[in-house]
């Protein structure tokens, strides 16, 4: 069956940099989208943008642009997020999801930001 | 865009739950609703407005109309418990919007 495997949490620091990894099996990985997803306590779900699995372009959404990369490891099946120069509100649970209509979900990655 | 949905729902156990998503014009755009249980991951439960994936009961239906999207759970079980959210693709945006979700508590 399909499956997202996500990596597991993770505790940074301000201004550091964090790399999120989405493993999947259970189908083609080309044949469908890769979004990430943001979901902060109290805040509700925020879609950070989405990586063509075909040709590896990916798209941000207004709010993660400049310090969010997408990127993917097509042969290995696996697509990740990196974040740059984190934050304090970075702090929450970032899922993978497979494509446009969200069909299926990691099981997320709780990255904490604390100095 | 923003997406409005009332922040909670509660029935009692075998009776209808009914949950809203407001929008501008919604009914032209395609609504996905996702259900949320405690710690784990969202689970894609209606597409498309009123498509059910497979593995979801019957129990779980879709409409959309006007201004409101609306997800109906029948014979509400315990386990029906967790947080509801819809989602739909905002053009102008160029992004993907969710709403703010709704708690269903089973009485």
């Known amino acids: 069956q399909v499956r997202l495997v996500q990596s597991g949490s993770q505790l940074t620091k301000p201004g550091a940099s964090v790399k999120v990894s989405c493993k999947t099996s259970?189908?083609?990985?080309?044949?469908?989208?890769i979004n990430w997803v943001r979901q902060i306590r109290g805040q509700g779900f925020q879609w950070m943008g989405w990586v063509n699995t075909e040709t590896g372009t990916a798209t941000y959404a207004p709010d993660f642009t400049g310090r969010f990369l997408f990127s993917m490891d097509s042969p290995a099946g696996t697509a990740y997020l990196q974040i740059y120069n984190i934050h304090d509100d970075d702090s929450g649970v970032y899922f993978c999801?497979?494509?446009?209509?969200?069909?299926?979900w990691g099981q997320g990655t709780q990255v904490t930001v604390s100095s | 865009y923003v997406l409005t949905q009332p922040p909670s729902v509660s029935v009692a156990p075998g009776t209808t739950a009914t949950f809203s998503c407001g929008g501008y014009?919604?009914?032209?755009?395609?609504v996905h609703w996702y259900q949320q249980k405690s710690g784990q991951a969202p689970v894609l439960i209606i597409f498309y407005n009123k498509e059910r994936p497979s593995g979801i009961p019957e129990r779980f239906s879709g409409s959309s109309s006007g201004d409101t999207a609306t997800l109906t759970i029948s014979r509400v079980e315990a386990g029906d418990e967790a947080d509801y959210y819809c989602q739909v693709w905002d053009n102008g945006g160029h992004r993907r919007v969710f709403g703010g979700g709704t708690t269903l508590t089973v009485l």
């Open positions: 014009n919604i009914e032209t755009k395609s």
């Open positions: 999801a497979r494509d446009s209509r969200l069909d299926a």
């Open positions: 259970g189908y083609t990985f080309t044949s469908s989208s």
